[in-house]
């Protein structure tokens, strides 16, 4: 059932050779620390007043995200979660985190406070 929601523009063919066309999400090759842009804030929007440290930007495939994120939540010894080209770390850890990626060669730049 979830192969039908994929198809791209064909609803039904008769021919029996007919050969579905399906989306296919193609992940952006991971770029090396050195061409990375991060960026670093505090955000408490939508999470009832708690505080994330919330790091964007990161382009490149999944799973190289969450490696990173584990990196980070190990260091900062704190929990968060990683997905969509971003990085959620729980609590204030704006300045450790900076520090962390600079020390991994990545080009940080903090915003806000």
Known sequence: ???RKNRINIVYSTSPDFKYEYNEDVEPETLPPRQQNL?????K?????????????F???NIDLEML???????????GTAKENE???????????VLLLKD???????LGS
């Open 39 to 43: 960026s670093v804030s505090l955000d």
């Open 69 to 79: 994120g584990k990196l980070l939540k190990t260091k900062c010894g704190v929990g």
């Open 87 to 97: 990085i959620l770390i729980q609590g204030n850890f704006i300045d450790k985190i």
């Open 104 to 110: 991994e060669g990545y080009n940080v730049r903090k």
């Open 1 to 3: 059932m979830k192969e």
């Open 45 to 57: 929007k939508q999470r009832k007043g708690k505080i994330v440290t919330l790091v964007s930007g």
């Open 59 to 61: 382009v490149g495939k």
